[in-house]
């Protein structure tokens, strides 16, 4: 509690002008002594006193002006604004976070009211679709953070400019501390996320934006407010018939006056996501602006079409033709996918990604023990919770024994972190290389398996210098398949990724492809930076390569630099160029089952016969593809598993193959039984979509991998499509497990981890079934690493 004079400064909201150095302060007092002056003894009439500002600059403490002006205080309720002229002022920026401090100070009979206020002279708003700050376009790097004050500095140092506050407020120290850190913040309130329809929603949604604007409108490091996250407005019904969300989206799009009463100083968001689907309602507003204004994607006044679904399950989040999206493709993240994130808004105006990610296993022992350390009870829920995966990651460990890939689960943790780092690098290569992108908000900057934090006080391994590297105003996106065929034509691409650190102009850069032996390839050629992009502003990113190259097998490096004017940020990738493989004797015969014709001319091209099991009665090998649901019928299956007990060797190159049909599209999981394996207990099938939350597939040395891999977590780049969309889970422990995956950090079941196989072996009599999860028939002849897997199967079983 405080001691306060009955008259006394209720709010003080500053407006300084960034173009003249003008700061209008409009102050709220209120007299408690007025009605009761025979209390005070000063008749009601006489109430009057002294109102004083004082601007001193804050990193010296020089007094700029000093101004004091005599009022009335008569009244009960009064605003009173002040003028002043701050001389040779200077502008707040994240670079030059120059602050001020306004100390108001209302002298009266009652005695001295003084509130202090920092501030600062800056203007950021929205300008032919581009973010521009003090009047020069700004590229927004955000990440949506908590409210650690280490975070700040975390953030500041890899070279974030702005950190968004997801559905919940910044404390006041922490806006404090990013006034004086120049670190922009994009702001929103509790009620941004998932509130619905119900008879105080409008009086509680106004009260808690009001309640944001009113206690934070003063700091400079503000510089958006945000209404809504991933609200589906209209489109709840469809999603949630029990929560319909209509009255509460439109409610915020009716806001906007009231907000400007406020504060009309700041850029506002609508919706981050803009998960309503309604381009034809604007996603931001102005400093000052009373509607919403079509600055971004498709967006217009115009537009007719509602979206009511997402684009489709292979990047979701994304309503089609917004301006202000949400992207989660499928990992790994297919050639169509990062097209798609390479083009977005190319025929539009430009686009704002305000959630985009790709996490990593949480490493959970970790966190949990440095939590016991720290005095956590280990009887506490969450605590719980985490030994119950613990326990259950170290028995799949155990019953797998993956002893022989790491040297402790630890060690896959902190290798599915490092990985993680460079999936966060080519995530920004792709979205860098967008000139049509006017910022990117990452998921996220929290810790466990979607940030960049391991626990509250760690970063995560390797993470701090990619994302700085990322981060760089000047950098090169350089892309290349991370495998190729050798002695085959591939592509080079490389992008130069420009936040207006380089004038336009021609300049000289050199390219080189490095392998074992040496510079493999070279390229020495003038690029040139035009000064034409979209809205007549030079473009933020320009492809100054892109070459057919043509290369034996080997490891390589692609490097970049500009000669002679500057030293951009990365310019460094390596890939794979790989020579498939096969030595199978051309007398044997092979049987088959359900095989598209690509694989079935593979079989020709190495086989003398390649015949239909079913009028087999003696062969080493079947070869398994995806049969027709109407083949999948028992006196198959029975005559394929006498020909494994005979001493075949049977291979699924599909999961789908020996269960129940798969859902054409599914979503996020399901479940289906292995109907037609010949176990007594069959298990299941597994789906779960990799996304920001992912399993990470290992494998263990073996003559499968030959030509591949040593052992260790299958990369996400290197298979590309021929990852794994299946496990098989609930079966009994294979003869030889040869891969399996793990994901510790799922949200499809929050009681157990999501664990799995994806290839192993039974022996079944005197022969063996082999079953597989990777996408080896589906990229035959289109993927080397799938050519050289089926290989290595005909090798090994042939």
């Known amino acids: 509690l405080n001691i306060v004079p009955c008259v006394r400064i209720t709010d003080c909201h500053l407006l300084p002008d960034w173009q003249t150095g003008e700061l209008s302060a409009k102050i709220r007092f209120q007299n408690y002594a007025v009605g009761s002056t025979e209390e ?59 602050l001020y401090s306004a100390i108001i100070t209302l002298t009266s009979q009652f005695g001295v009211s003084e ?25 927004i790097k955000s990440a949506h953070s908590e409210t650690a004050l280490s975070d700040m500095y975390r953030a500041k140092a890899m070279g974030f ?4 506050f997801l559905a919940k407020m910044p404390p006041r120290e922490v806006l404090d501390l990013c006034d004086e850190l120049g670190l922009m913040i994009y702001s929103e309130c509790m009620c941004s996320w998932a509130m619905w329809d119900y008879p105080a929603m409008p009086e509680h949604f106004r009260a808690y934006n009001d309640n944001m604007l009113l206690r934070d409108r003063n700091h400079p490091c503000i510089v958006i407010w945000g209404l809504f996250n991933e609200q589906l407005g209209p489109n709840a019904a469809l999603y949630y018939p029990d929560r319909p969300a209509e009255k509460v989206f439109y409610e915020a799009v009716n806001y906007l006056p009231r907000l400007r009463e406020l504060d009309e100083t700041r850029v506002v968001l609508l919706s981050s996501g803009r998960w309503d689907g309604r381009p034809g309602i604007g996603s931001v507003a102005n400093p000052g602006s009373c509607v919403w204004e079509y600055l971004w994607g498709d967006e217009a006044a115009d537009y007719q079409e509602c979206h009511t679904d997402k684009y489709e399950y292979h990047m979701d989040g994304y309503f089609k033709d917004t301006g202000d999206v949400h992207l989660y493709p499928t990992v790994p993240v297919s050639k169509k996918m990062q097209t798609m994130l390479r083009t977005i808004g190319q025929d539009t105006k430009p686009v704002f990604i305000s959630e985009y990610g790709l996490g990593c296993q949480p490493d959970l022992i970790k966190i949990y023990l440095q939590a016991l350390c720290d005095g956590e009870s280990p009887d506490h829920p969450q605590m719980r919770n985490w030994k119950a995966f613990i326990d ?3 028995a799949f460990w155990d019953e797998y024994g993956f002893g022989g890939v790491y ?83 591939f592509e080079i691409e490389a992008v130069l990724c420009n936040e207006d650190v380089l004038a336009p102009g021609e300049y000289e850069a050199c390219f080189k492809l490095f392998g074992a032996q040496g510079i493999a390839w070279e390229k020495h050629l003038k690029i040139l930076l035009p ?44 890939f794979t160029v790989l020579k498939p493989q096969c030595h199978v004797p051309l007398s ?47 006196d198959n299956f029975e005559k394929l598993y006498k020909l494994a007990s005979d001493g075949a060797s049977v291979v699924f190159l599909n999961p789908c193959a020996f269960g129940e049909k798969q859902t054409a599209s599914p979503h996020f999981s399901e479940w289906r039984d292995n109907s ?21 597939n290992l494998f263990k040395r073996h003559p499968l991998f030959d030509g591949i891999g040593e052992k260790g977590i299958v990369d996400l780049e290197l298979f590309a499509d021929v990852y794994p969309e299946y496990f098989l889970c609930e079966l009994k422990t294979p003869d030889s497990t040869i891969c399996a995956c793990a994901g510790l950090g799922m949200t499809y079941r929050l009681d157990t981890p999501e664990l799995g196989l994806t290839l192993c072996e039974y022996r079944l009599g005197a022969g063996r079934l082999v079953l597989n999860s990777f996408r080896i028939a589906e990229c035959l002849g289109e993927h080397p690493v799938a050519d050289q897997l089926f290989y290595n199967i005909l090798k090994i079983y042939g």
């Open 676 to 696: 037609f394996l010949p176990f007594a207990v069959k298990g299941r099938r597994r789906y779960v979509r990799n996304w920001l939350y992912h399993v990470d």
């Open 588 to 634: 044997e015969a092979v049987a088959v089952w359900g095989l598209n014709l690509r694989t079935s001319k593979m079989l020709k091209e190495q086989f003398n016969s390649v015949t239909d099991f079913r009028r087999c009665s003696d062969v080493h090998l079947v070869v398994v593809g995806a049969p027709d649901e109407s083949e999948k019928i028992q």
């Open 161 to 164: 400019n702005m950190l968004r």
């Open 392 to 394: 259950a990651f170290q």
């Open 531 to 574: 000064d034409n992009g979209y809205g007549g502003l030079p473009p933020l990113a320009v492809s100054v390569l892109k070459e057919q190259v043509v290369l034996p097998a080997g490891e390589y490096t692609f490097a970049a630099t500009l000669l002679y004017v500057a030293s951009p940020a990365g310019g460094r990738v390596r």
């Open 407 to 489: 040297p402790f689960p630890e060690d896959f943790l902190l290798d599915s972190i490092q990985r993680c780092a460079r999936q966060r690098q080519l995530s920004f290569d792709l979205i860098r290389a967008n000139p049509m992108v006017c910022g990117y908000s990452l998921t996220s900057f929290s810790s466990g398996q979607e940030g960049l934090k391991l626990g509250a006080h760690e970063d995560m391994s390797g993470m701090p210098s990619t994302i700085r590297e990322c981060l760089q105003k000047l950098r090169w996106a350089l892309f290349c398949d991370r495998c190729v065929y050798a002695e085959q034509p």
């Open 115 to 139: 509130k202090m206020i920092r501030f600062g002279f800056r203007d950021f708003r929205v300008v032919k679709g581009f973010f521009f700050l003090n009047g020069q376009r700004i590229f």
């Open 40 to 98: 005070s003894g000063v008749p009601e009439h006489q109430i009057s006193g002294s109102l004083g500002i004082r601007i001193m600059r804050q990193v010296n403490g020089c007094t700029l002006v000093d101004q004091l002006a005599q009022i009335d205080l008569s009244q009960n309720d009064r605003e009173i604004e002040l003028q002043v002229t701050v001389p040779d002022y200077e502008l707040w920026s994240p670079d030059m976070p120059q």
